[in-house]
């Protein structure tokens, strides 16, 4: 490694690029029109992108290139395109959150660097494994982690080469990454797919402790932790910000910049961030990062508040002395939108011109000089040029022979023939060769990577048959009143560590429980599911978390991929059967029925799908209820994760009601006010299952039951089996919102 740390910047449009580069960026990272999370961002085009790492490159600045979204079936062939022509460009990594994009790459671009997006929500280190597996040479951890579980995993993928990337600056989610369907349910607007609509920024209905803003968090800033950031082995420090513009990004890499290099200088850190405070900011916070968890990490506004920090350091209280500051803090920003403007008015991400001149006479052979801003170079023939009156040499079929020039990097600005004897003629298998020299000489003689093509994805013959049902139960006193032939998960805690001893002893006392793994397992929980695995030795288990998917693929344990893991084409499906053995999947409820249709298992490998549940819509590791209801304890610990049990609604100005639930052992989760219900995917004959899941745990939502738990699993049995039923008079009301909408 060359260098201790990177500073890794956002780029969301050209002019952010050139700010970060100016400010001192060791790689900025950036998204094209689609594919990336960033939907809101302006983004760029190829020819920017490839302006863009050509300019960073002369600053030894690198580009990663997000594709940091969960990719739908009908979506891979363009993906594959664009990797095509990715591949032969100069940029240094990409980005990726899907399983299935992980699995292309590994398999079809193995050039191409890997780095696991924050919407892995990697927190475990059965999580840095798997990643390493799939040729992920960094994680982007979990912003949830505090410094010492962030020390573990740097440790631990120290050991298996793969870096470990921290975001150090830029907005906090209440939610962790890649587990929040707020927007997704609302409107279809999936964070998964880089479309989220901020509804946690939403304004609400006053609380009972008076927040009108009950789940905006302030910004995270570790400003002041460089010095524990780097004992803890953080390679990459990452700035979030893609939608913010290039005076934000050019403030806040400059002083990061400054920061680091005090660092790495062994000179005093700077102890002042009031420059920080001049761009956007929501005020800051390193509460996730020092693991003090408490409401001081919430703000009760979601706009700028630059002007208020601003008035509290100056005691400022009249509208005089606001206007005052309001005034001083718009010069300062038109100060430094200036600055950037002059520092970035020589930067250049424009194509570069080609001139290419051709000369040769009759029996001699044929060259072809390229100059470009840089250089200039030359290729001849192998063959010598004969006389032709009809295959000559002229502009337009020069033009039309030399085209392939005319890539995302280069465009031809003149082609001179002076030089070049008329009525003369090259063999067009030259000509072809010719030109793939030239091509390679201006990718600097890389060789050209040719097209891949992906085999299509084949429909196992399959019989028809009826999909078998599992129940999510949390209640183990009436197992026997439920059918044999129904197969029972058990949810366990996110405790693990505190309760595996009492979780053995109920999993061995009832082997007909199949353990069902929550998708946040962190720590000492971790270390506690490996002892699990180990005594109990389930023959099959569910896991919403992939670390533990990891843990059971080591063991040669059944494993199913929980709804949670974010399923959304054929390759993710293929990925975990043949890199991880995996028996299964849940596809996500995020899709339609035209999305999921598209969908494709591998021979012998289980499709899955949870028909009903409590929706939930986002898991935080914050206390949800210090700005709703209320809390004695000042902050979130672990005694709060073991004991607390507790439950609040809270009611958007746009009509949407949200569930706070806290049951022991679980981290707060906010669930839609209505449970899921979809009888009709048992209506589309094309998705032929293997399994349904009911999710029958007591969640406390507004959906209400009129039977008990045996009697609405018969229900199921019969809409299953295509018989007459009673689920929407027993359970009401219930919402499909999401599988009507789709992604």
């Keep these: 490694m060359s260098k201790q740390f990177e500073l890794l910047a956002p780029g969301g449009d050209l002019e952010s690029i050139k700010a970060a580069i100016v400010a001192g960026a060791d790689a900025v990272y950036c998204g094209l029109g689609k594919f990336n999370a960033r939907n809101k961002a302006t983004n760029l085009s190829l020819d920017d992108l490839n302006g863009v790492v050509r300019l960073a490159h002369q600053y030894d600045c690198e580009v990663f290139l997000t594709l940091n979204i969960i990719m739908l079936e009908q979506e891979i062939p363009e993906l594959v395109r664009l990797l095509n022509t990715l591949v032969n460009t100069n940029i240094d990594g990409v980005i990726v959150q899907d399983l299935g994009l992980a699995y292309i790459l590994k398999h079809h671009f193995p050039t191409m660097d890997v780095h696991a997006s924050t919407q892995f929500n990697t927190h475990n280190e059965g999580q840095v494994a798997l990643l390493g597996q799939l040729t992920a040479s960094r994680v982007n951890l979990s912003r949830e982690l505090n410094i010492d579980e962030i020390t573990q995993l740097a440790s631990y993928g120290r050991d298996h080469n793969v870096l470990m990337e921290v975001f150090v600056h830029g907005s906090y989610c209440v939610s962790f990454s890649g587990l929040c369907y707020i927007s997704s349910l609302q409107n279809g607007a999936s964070g998964n797919r880089g479309r989220c609509r901020q509804s946690c920024r ?4 006053p609380t009972d402790v008076g ?19 780097a004992k803890a082995g953080v390679y990459s420090l990452k700035i979030e910000g893609r939608i913010k513009k290039s005076h934000y990004v050019y403030t806040v890499v400059d002083n990061w910049r400054k920061q680091i290099d005090r660092y790495c200088d062994n000179k005093p850190l700077l102890a002042d961030n009031s420059e920080l405070h001049t761009v956007f900011n929501r005020d800051f916070s390193n509460g996730f990062l020092m693991g003090n968890i408490s409401n001081a990490m919430f703000i009760d506004n979601p706009r700028d508040n630059a002007a208020h920090h601003l008035a509290q350091q100056e005691q400022a209280s009249t509208p005089e002395q606001l206007t005052d500051i309001k005034k001083r803090l718009y010069d300062k920003k038109t100060d430094i939108i200036g600055t950037v403007r002059e520092k970035v008015a020589h930067l250049d991400t424009d194509k570069w011109p080609i001139t290419v001149t051709l000369s040769g006479k ?8 390229i100059k470009t801003p840089s250089r200039h170079f030359s290729v001849q023939s192998d063959s010598v040029l004969t006389s032709s009156s009809k295959y000559g040499f002229d502009q337009c079929s020069v033009e039309k022979w030399l085209n392939g020039l005319n890539d995302i990097d280069h465009i031809i600005e003149r082609i001179d023939l002076t030089e070049l004897s008329c009525d003369l003629y090259l063999p067009f298998s030259e000509q072809a060769k010719m030109r793939e020299q030239l091509v390679q000489a201006l990718n600097n003689d890389r060789l050209i990577t040719p097209e891949v093509v992906l085999p299509r994805v084949e429909s196992p013959q399959k019989l028809k048959f009826k999909p078998k049902l599992a129940a999510l139960l949390s209640d183990v006193d009436n197992l026997s009143d439920i059918d044999d032939d129904i197969e029972l998960y058990y949810p366990l805690p996110e405790t693990l560590y505190v309760e595996s001893e009492s979780t053995i002893a109920l999993l061995q006392q009832f082997p007909r429980l199949v353990p069902y793994f929550p998708a946040i397992v962190i720590g000492k929980d971790f270390d506690a599911a490996k002892k699990i695995l180990d005594e109990v030795k389930p023959k099959r288990i569910v896991t919403n978390n992939s670390g533990i998917g990891y843990l059971a693929y080591q063991r040669g344990i059944e494993w199913l991929a929980g709804p949670q893991m974010n399923l959304s084409n054929s390759y993710a499906l293929k990925c975990l059967k043949d890199e991880f053995n995996c028996s299964g999947a849940f596809i996500s409820n995020e899709l339609n029925q035209k999305q999921i249709k598209r969908i494709v298992a591998p021979q012998g490998f289980e499709l899955h799908y949870c028909m009903y549940q409590p929706n939930a819509l986002m898991i935080s590791r914050q206390c949800l209820f210090h700005q709703t209801v209320g809390c004695r304890r000042k902050r979130f610990d672990a005694r709060c994760l073991t004991k607390c049990e507790k439950t609040a609604s809270i009611l958007n100005l746009k009509d949407s009601a949200f569930v706070l ?9 906010v669930y839609a006010e209505y449970n899921m219900l979809n009888t009709e995917v048992l209506e589309q004959p094309s998705n032929n299952f293997d399994g349904m899941m009911v999710d029958l745990r007591p969640i406390k939502t507004h959906t209400q039951r009129t039977s008990n738990t045996a009697s609405l699993v018969k229900e199921f049995k019969l809409a299953i089996a295509g018989e007459r039923h009673n689920l929407h008079g027993q359970l009401q009301p219930t919402c499909n919102k999401q599988y009507k909408k789709g992604l």
Aim: net charge negative; aromatic share 10%.
């Design 661 to 669: 639930d806290k049951q022991k052992g679980h981290h707060n989760i």
């Design 211 to 229: 927040k009108n803003y009950p789940l905006n968090m302030k910004d995270n800033s570790a400003f002041y932790d460089m010095d524990a950031l």
């Design 362 to 369: 009759i029996d001699r052979p044929l060259i072809v000089t």
């Design 202 to 205: 939403e304004q609400y209905q």
